[in-house]
């Protein structure tokens, strides 16, 4: 079993910054990839940003420019620093983590989400 828990999220004004954390513990080999999803009221969930083999990172369009993904792989801990803020980044933010047990056995595991509000 692989445990995620996540943190950094709350309220900040539109122009903010934040960053989550999400440390993942457990018993794990290996992780392939690490990645940051949201999902907003009466919306479908997205992707924000992953970072997998080899350091190789990708954004959705929406936050280019904003925010950075990155992690500690000593600490099996992953990153996200959220610049300028703005109202449309409200929303439930989760950790995913792929990876293995072992040699032959994968797991695809979720945080329970914590919210990020974006108000004045």
């Known amino acids: 079993q692989v445990q995620l828990v996540e943190s950094g999220g709350g309220l900040v004004q539109p122009g903010g910054s934040l960053r989550l954390s999400c440390a993942a513990s457990?018993?794990?080999?290996?992780?392939?990839?690490m990645g940051w999803y949201r999902q907003a009221p009466g919306k479908q969930r997205e992707l924000v940003a992953v970072?997998?083999?080899?350091?190789?990172?990708n954004y959705a369009d929406s936050v280019k420019g904003r925010f950075t993904v990155s992690r500690d792989n000593a600490k099996n801990t992953l990153y996200l620093q959220m610049n300028s803020l703005d109202r449309e980044d409200t929303a439930v933010y989760s950790c995913?983590?792929?990876?293995?047990?072992?040699?032959?056995?994968?797991?695809?595991?979720w945080g329970q989400g914590i919210q990020v509000t974006i108000s004045s």
């Open positions: 995913n983590v792929k990876g293995h047990f072992d040699s032959y056995s994968i797991f695809d595991s």
């Open positions: 457990g018993s794990i080999f290996s992780i392939t990839a």
């Open positions: 970072i997998a083999t080899g350091g190789r990172t």
